[in-house]
T-cell receptor
Framework: NAGVMQNPRHLVRRRGQEARLRCSPMKGHSHVYWYRQLPEEGLKFMVYLQKENIIDESGMPKERFSAEFPKEGPSILRIQQVVRGDSAAYFC???????????FGEGSRLTVL | TQLLEQSPQFLSIQEGENLTVYCNSSSVFSSLQWYRQEPGEGPVLLVTVVTGGEVKKLKRLTFQFGDARKDSSLHITAAQPGDTGLYLCFGAGGSNYKLTFGKGTLLTVNP
């Protein structure tokens, strides 16, 4: 399967723990985007990365959230000291160029107890 | 500020009916994409429209891009339960990645 791969699909954390979500883009894609989605809502942009560079993180909370896309390996969205309000589905998408055609993974559903 | 307005937000119809959903903005886009998302899954790209006035057909789905490239519509003919899902539009052009998806139209087709 050459699609966008996200893991874990489901993650349960207690308040104060850390959550790490991984995303491997589609083969040949160098642009990665992270979106957050609450139930029955649309997708909210968080961060846009290219290899080793954060292009735009304006949609990401300035505290506790960070993202990276290293030269080797998947992109990682990291949430430190999680709170219940962080519970959501986090989707990763990739594109070959900044064309707007995004290919999404199946999401990682974070539940904070 | 929500840059993409989708309507209606919710739509529940019977199998066999026709429907149209809309995506409107004050911004001009170089292209616009429609996605469908089913529960528990990620959005799946349905179509990209690029040229103002363009019409694309995908089986029973017809997509139209407005002449001014600011809006789009999706028409479904003879809807089926398998069409149920959240339909999202997304405009591209410039800092397109920032143009948060519209809230979508949640379509339910009842058998």
């Amino acid at each position: 399967n050459a699609g966008v791969m996200q893991n874990p699909r489901h993650l349960v954390r207690r308040r104060g723990q850390e959550a790490r979500l991984r995303c491997s883009p589609m083969k040949g894609h160098s642009h990665v985007y992270w979106y957050r989605q609450l139930p029955e809502e649309g997708l909210k942009f968080m961060v846009y990365l290219q290899k080793e560079n954060i292009i735009d993180e304006s949609g990401m909370p300035k505290e506790r959230f960070s993202a990276e896309f290293p030269k080797e390996g998947p992109s990682i969205l990291r949430i430190q000291q999680v709170v219940r309000g962080d519970s959501a589905a986090y989707f990763c998408a990739s594109s070959g160029q900044n064309t707007g055609e995004l290919f999404f993974g199946e999401g990682s559903r974070l539940t904070v107890l | 500020t929500q840059l993409l307005e989708q309507s209606p937000q919710f739509l529940s119809i019977q199998e066999g009916e026709n429907l149209t959903v809309y995506c409107n903005s004050s911004s001009v886009f170089s292209s616009l994409q429609w996605y469908r998302q089913e529960p528990g899954e990620g959005p799946v790209l349905l179509v990209t429209v690029v040229t103002g006035g363009e019409v694309k057909k995908l089986k029973r789905l017809t997509f139209q891009f407005g002449d001014a490239r600011k809006d789009s519509s999706l028409h479904i003919t003879a809807a089926q339960p398998g069409d149920t899902g959240l339909y999202l539009c997304f405009g591209a052009g410039g800092s397109n990645y920032k143009l948060t998806f519209g809230k979508g139209t949640l379509l339910t087709v009842n058998p």
